[in-house]
DNA sequence: CGTCGCTTTGATCATGATCAAGGGATGTGG
DNA sequence: CCACATCCCTTGATCATGATCAAAGCGACG
């Protein structure tokens, strides 16, 4: 259960990390959201970060652990709509209204920057810049709820399982928590299936087939893909949708192409 | 097949009745929209707006008309991601892609407000606050993902149609264009099966179940929802996420509140 | 040492898919 | 104006994917 890189210690070193290919955040940057989330929680695998229906007050991003938002419907069937690694923030979308839509669990011990809501929303005054790179990744997380309606809506079980594991490898690689074919994955085979709604039972047998087909290897809390192409055949995975297009372009375009005129900023 | 509201004519008018209660445009806000947007297309019934794999080149705003949002596998499988309605950006968050990840098509005849990229990026730096009303709204979507990721996932297939019928019936009245129970519905069956994952047949049953209870009536393209309390019920349907906390406090916050020093906006 | 969390496996069931066929409306080209 | 095609809805019969129920084993942990 080793890690394959230590734990960066703040919050800035962490979502310099995420955004780094994507999201150059520059020295600036990093000292502002090092002021940002000075204050770290923790939060204890299995306890709760955030109920829902509770009032948010701040966002948190995630420097070390995985959390998982879900949904309890009345007859206890249990939908997890996002795993939140390293790098990404919890509590948004929620943090857009005024009671939060999901609850949001540690599954591994966990360590968060909190971030008031205050601080979040006055970054827009403060430091436009920043707040753009931020929102433009809030804004890139609809790429993957997207297609995950796809898994979810039109995959069998067997593309399901394979998809998911995939799209943990590759988001996980990019936080430096996964080399090319492996990471830890602290998720019970009950949490795979209320991510991807199916069975616990059932996901038991998918993946004992996948195992069973040499194409992957759960052994304590580490999954070793051993094809990486022919899983990637099989669940119909492209990365594209992980892979956005650098803020750069969006936030400091070529100054000749500009076409509306400025205006006053803090009027 | 009246419409319940004559259709906006041009781009700012029908941001602004989207973003009515939540992000208050001001006149100049839609000023600039209307410049942004007064490049207007037409697409006819059954026509692709963008086919997945192309070049992103512009973002759209929605006057008139609905597309929907979807991938065909491999095998033929098609996922309707998300429906397009009147006020909504077609194009987003593909736009931060380099190819497009969906291919979005007409439903009904639609009337588009086309946002070049380059004038969308240069909003952050010619009118950040615009800006920021507009990413608010982007980052706001993800909860209708979030949500029917819930619904497809761990809802029956009656609950489903119900809860589908319910969201649509509350976004149409958003933009004016549904009164307190019934709306304009231009989708086939299968469409509505596309989005959410079952099959033209059973959603055929589903409906008639659904009419027969006397729950709903299908005349035309026309959907009447006689007791929005019951299918509410059925269906589990809580419309929260469909109404975001006002933009305000996010762009203006109590100036007293704002931690950070100003930097300069365009150094 | 006993409980709890998690995995594993079997047996049975049912929701919803698939296949097939027909009918009504609308539209289109000859 | 008719013939034909296409789109969409409807319904029946059958099938299968994956759910549910049940029980047992296995660590880890207190």
Redesign the interface.
Known sequence: MKRLATGPANASEQLARKFAEYVPLTP?DRR?VS??GSETRHVRRRHDLIVEGARHRAVFLVIDGILM?Y?I??DG???V??LIIPGDFAG???C????A??SIKAVADATVAQISL??L?????????L??KV??S??????V??????V????AALERVAHFLLELLTRMQVVGLADHRSYCLPLSQEMIGDA??LSLAYVNRVIRELADDGLVTFEDQRVVIHDVEALSALA?FER??L???PIT?????PAA???????P??A
């Not at 857009?96 to 009671?99: A, G, L, M, S, Y």
């Not at 372009?249 to 375009?253: A, G, H, I, M, Y």
């Not at 192409?257 to 205006?263: A, K, P």
Request: charged share 30%; net charge positive; with cysteine.
């Open positions: 600036e502002i002021d940002l938002r949904r419907l009345r069937r249990r939908q709509v996002s948004v979308p929620g857009f209204f005024t009671r839509l999901y205050t601080d929303y006055g970054l827009f005054a403060t430091h436009p810049k707040a753009a929102f433009w809030f804004s890139c997380d609809s790429a709820y997207a297609e995950n309606l796809v979810i809506g039109r995959r991807l709604g119909d594209g949708y892979k956005p297009v372009e969006l936030v400091d375009p192409e500009r076409v509306l005129h400025r205006e900023l803090l």
